[in-house]
């Protein structure tokens, strides 16, 4: 979101942010309250429609509503005549845990039912029945009051993976548009001459560690791994005892691109869906390709052979197989490194993302003056340098590791 804000800020737009803290709601009393409140707050549309008077936004671009602003912002909008974008930057609509994962595994045991009773049953959201409860009853209630068919203009996923979950769970299909994240300022072009893999990411079960230090034992081909997380202890131990992973542990983003320019390929094992990777992303600006789970955002955004290679999630045979290969074949992976530049320069830069996203705005005012003139929303041309607010909920740190 910042680097939006920034973006539109540097083309000579006006751009008001209003933002919440979710950091206070500690106490019983206060999570009570609030999880009433995140089905709709009174209090959030009386700020908002505050805010919306004196500022006068032509666009409002909403990032994040939960906990504390909840879909009620929507309405404000819609009572002052204001077209309402919305990034969807996680699967919380459709899963109380927000990751459409459990157990160790991809789950979709709530997309699509009219109440996500086995998300509320296991806890998904911080392990809360009460938490998740009140989660899969504020996607229900809006569900069922068609919130994004009458009160949202425009609905942003980031993938073509993330667009047909939403569709599955029951989002509007014709309000849904992709468009993705973008990095800035652009890393610039490697060499991959470093004679190693690298995983960058956090370390946890989802991201796929267990897979990937199960395949790093089995081989001799060297891997750095960069990040933190509940297994950085694991990895640290698996480290010592093999002799081709060295760890680095946490570093800035400086030394990611160096270490991405670098290196012969980026490993990402993850074994859930994933909502769009910025490592892809910054790996393809650096014109390496990813070896990853052919999974989710993952599969949609790496062309198998192409950019890089895919292989069955969780299965430390077929990546340890897909590893040998690209190290065997240098030549080719760096034609798919070339390819992956390719893929970002289309897609990934900041002047590319600029442009959808004033088609996006475009659109969005477009639907709101005549709202049955569309069957989806078009993308004609830039809308003028005029103002638009973004609103988002602001999680604590703590909050916000995963999704």
Known sequence: MQLEQALCASRGHEVHLLETSSAHINGIWTKARTSLTSIYSSGSRRAVTKALSEIKPDVVHVHNFFPTLSPSVYFACTEAGIPVVQTLHNYRLLCPGATLFRKGQPCEECVGKAIAWRGIKEGCYRSSCIGSASVAIMASVHRGLRTYNRHVQTIIALTDFARAKYIEGGLPADRIVVKPNFIAPDPGIGGGHGEFVLFVGRLSEEKGLPTLLAA?????????????????????????????????????????????????????????????????????????????????????????????????????????????????????????????????????????????LMEIYDASIQRRTSPHRFAEPPLPRPVPREEFAEVQNSCSRTSTQSV
Do not use: C
Request: proline share 6%; glycine share 8%; net charge neutral.
């Open 216 to 356: 790093w034992r089995k081989m001799h081909v060297p891997l750095k791994i960069i990040g933190s997380g509940p297994l950085a202890g694991l990895v640290a131990r698996v480290a010592q005892e093999v002799g081709n992973i060295t760890y680095l542990g946490q570093r800035p983003p400086t030394d990611v691109y160096n270490a991405l320019r670098d290196a012969r390929a980026l490993v990402l094992p993850s074994r859930w869906y994933e909502v769009m990777p910025l490592t892809i992303i910054e790996s393809f600006a650096s014109g390496i390709p990813v070896i990853a789970s052919k999974l989710g955002a993952m599969e949609s955004m790496i062309a198998d052979g192409h950019t890089g290679l895919h292989f069955t999630p969780g299965d430390v045979d077929d990546l340890t197989a897909k590893v040998e290969w690209a190290w065997m074949h240098a030549r080719q992976m760096r034609s798919m490194g070339l390819a992956a530049r390719a893929e970002y320069e289309a897609k990934y830069t900041p002047e590319r993302n600029y442009e959808i």
